[in-house]
């Protein structure tokens, strides 16, 4: 179970890493108005005029979350936890110890 999540894990990892990577930044638009950029007007044209920027916001903001959920359950699966819920006064060990009576301590000169 903790290796099919952590496998998970690893693939949203990388797949959010290239959503982000492929996004672009709001500066970006400024340049494409004035027809900068590769593309020139035609950036949108796959998901419409602002379809691409909502798309893939959405699907990184859906991988976060799943990248969230998986970090949560690696978390809670990387507990050790006891056989024996225990409190902690007794996992403390208890040792009798003798109190010094003035007869036990050195003379002073």
Same mark, same amino acid.
């Given at each position: 179970?903790?290796?099919?999540?952590?496998?998970?894990?690893?693939?949203?990892?990388?797949?959010?890493?290239?959503?982000?990577?492929? +996004?672009?930044?709001?500066?970006?638009?400024?340049?494409?108005?004035?027809?900068?950029?590769?593309?020139?007007?035609?950036?949108?044209?796959?998901?419409?005029?602002?379809?691409?920027?909502?798309?893939?916001?959405?699907?990184?903001?859906?991988?976060?979350?799943?990248?969230?959920? @998986?970090?949560? @359950?690696?978390?809670?699966?990387?507990?050790?936890?006891?056989?024996?819920?225990?409190?902690?006064?007794?996992?403390?060990?208890?040792? +009798? @110890? +003798?109190? +010094?009576?003035?007869?036990?301590?050195?003379?002073?000169?």
């Amino acid at each position: 179970m903790h290796a099919l999540i952590l496998t998970i894990h690893i693939i949203v990892c990388l797949m959010l890493i290239g959503l982000v990577l492929i +996004q672009h930044g709001k500066g970006a638009d400024a340049g494409a108005a004035f027809g900068g950029g590769a593309g020139g007007g035609a950036s949108g044209s796959l998901f419409g005029s602002r379809g691409s920027a909502s798309f893939l916001s959405r699907s990184s903001a859906l991988l976060a979350a799943v990248f969230f959920a @998986t970090s949560l @359950t690696l978390a809670y699966f990387s507990v050790d936890r006891p056989e024996k819920a225990t409190s902690v006064t007794e996992s403390v060990p208890t040792e +009798q @110890t +003798q109190e +010094q009576t003035p007869a036990d301590l050195p003379e002073l000169p």
